[in-house]
């Protein structure tokens, strides 16, 4: 049953979907301009909520910046051959080849538990996928609540991840995912070198809603200090607690929806789908802050 958060000003409003963490936004264009009005309540829903639900836009590659831009400025993918021609803001998830066989975009984009950018010193704030062609069956993309997940851990562990930050590295995610799934091509040692190993706190403090949530993710290669054996079984173990079934929403996409999620509080997966079919989305992301931690 929907819970009816936003009041419904005449234009639009802010469905609760689930218990928890993910609503829908129904009656705005986001074709058109967003007043300040409508943008703060948007913004705000968003803070509450993580993940966002637009169904049935018609958005240009310009109009998606542009209402993406309305929440600070974009992060252009480093795998630059999968940007958009002629709008690098946008990242091609997609399972289209060009005449030559080569892919269009990143097909199999996100298919494990991660938060968007994080091998970066300030990693994404939020990320917008829009939907522009989906498979018949699978490709869905699951979101789990690593704020929820936090606010329930045992004691003793909340201290110590509380201690402890990740290694997120990308080219060692990008190696396996290549050698797994032979749809990406391999990283050059430039596009490696561009990218060394960064460290950010387990537990992060939301620099908006002040709320801690767990941060590590599928870019993470390893714990500071703890050695390569312990640093995967903590690793392992907090994927395992954060995606239990009471954090997770699925979204099973609809044609020209648009998702918009917060990488600060949310992890997100792709789920596979039949190589025969097609599945093409557009992505922007939106540059966040250096992770702390506030005790
Ligand atoms: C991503 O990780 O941004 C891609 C998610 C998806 O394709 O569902």
Not at 250 to 274: G, I, K, Q, S
Request: proline letters at 7%.
């Amino acid at each position: 049953m929907h819970d009816n958060l936003g009041d419904v000003s005449g234009q639009f409003e802010v469905r609760r979907l689930g218990r928890t963490f993910f609503a829908e936004v129904v009656g705005l264009d986001l074709a058109r301009p967003l007043d300040d009005a409508a943008f703060a309540r948007v913004k705000a829903a968003h803070l509450e909520e993580g993940v966002l639900v637009f169904r049935d836009q018609r958005l240009t590659p310009e109009q998606q910046i542009a209402f993406s831009r309305r929440f600070g400025p974009l992060q252009v993918h480093p795998m630059g051959q999968f940007n958009l021609d002629g709008a690098p803001e946008i990242l091609l998830v997609s399972s289209d080849r060009h005449p030559d066989g080569r892919p269009v975009g990143i097909a199999d984009a996100g298919r494990y538990w991660h938060t968007d950018i994080s091998y970066l010193k300030e990693p994404a704030l939020g990320s917008l996928l829009y939907a522009r062609a989906i498979p018949a069956e699978g490709g869905d993309t699951m979101f789990c609540d690593m704020t929820a997940a936090c606010r329930d851990l045992a004691p003793d562990m909340r201290g110590k991840l509380m201690r402890l930050s990740a290694v997120h590295h990308f080219a060692s995610r990008w190696a396996r995912e290549a050698k797994k799934s032979g749809l990406r091509p391999a990283q050059t040692k430039n596009e490696q070198d561009r990218n060394p190993p960064v460290e950010h706190p387990m537990i992060r403090t939301h620099p908006e809603t002040g709320d801690p949530a767990l941060y590590a993710g599928g870019f993470a290669v390893g714990v500071a200090g703890l050695p390569p054996e312990a640093a995967e079984g903590l690793l392992d173990w907090l994927e395992s607690w954060s995606t239990q079934p009471a954090y997770v929403y699925r979204h099973r996409w609809c044609l020209h929806d648009l998702v918009f999620w917060d990488n600060r509080r949310v992890m997100h997966r792709a789920t596979e789908y039949p190589e025969h079919m097609r599945r093409h989305m557009h992505r922007t992301t939106v540059k966040g802050n250096a992770p702390y931690f506030a005790a």
